[in-house]
């Protein structure tokens, strides 16, 4: 069953100690948003997936992202939300990795959830039909001399 959040409302993730990001629901729009990034379109041709998995979660934050506590300067200084502060967090591996399990997997599990094919009524292998053909006596010999 699919659950629908229908009040919209911003979400606050805690992505490690101290590190918090409020970001709006991850909608079809900034999905399609994010695709159309120029930085995930302009990807060369032989991009990893690695590449492109950071090319997309930089795109998908940039859109997501609506404020954050705990990101500072090198001199400790609070950082307000910017693109490329965006950019720069989702570079520290833990934290593009935190992002990715509990905003962007969360989408894309849904995703999946609506993609597969529905349980047979009577147990998955209900439509199978037998392919194998009963033994009808002994198996032919060679002819022996």
Do not use: C, H
């Amino acid at each position: 069953m699919i659950r629908l959040n229908l009040t919209a409302t911003p979400q606050w993730l805690d992505l490690a100690p101290g590190l918090r990001l409020l970001v709006g629901p991850l909608t079809t729009a900034l999905m399609v948003s994010a695709r159309a990034d120029l930085a995930v379109e302009t990807l060369p041709e032989g991009a990893t997936q690695e590449e492109m998995a950071l090319a997309m979660a930089k795109s998908v934050a940039r859109r997501a992202v609506l404020d954050w506590e705990g990101v500072g300067d090198d001199a400790g200084n609070i950082v307000p939300v910017s693109p490329e502060g965006i950019d720069a967090l989702l570079e520290i591996w833990p934290i593009f990795e935190a992002f990715q399990t509990q905003y962007v997997a969360r989408g894309l599990l849904l995703d999946a959830e609506k993609n597969v094919s529905a349980p047979s009524p009577t147990g998955p292998s209900a439509g199978v039909t037998d392919t194998a053909r009963p033994a009808r006596g002994r198996a032919p010999t060679a002819p022996q001399d």
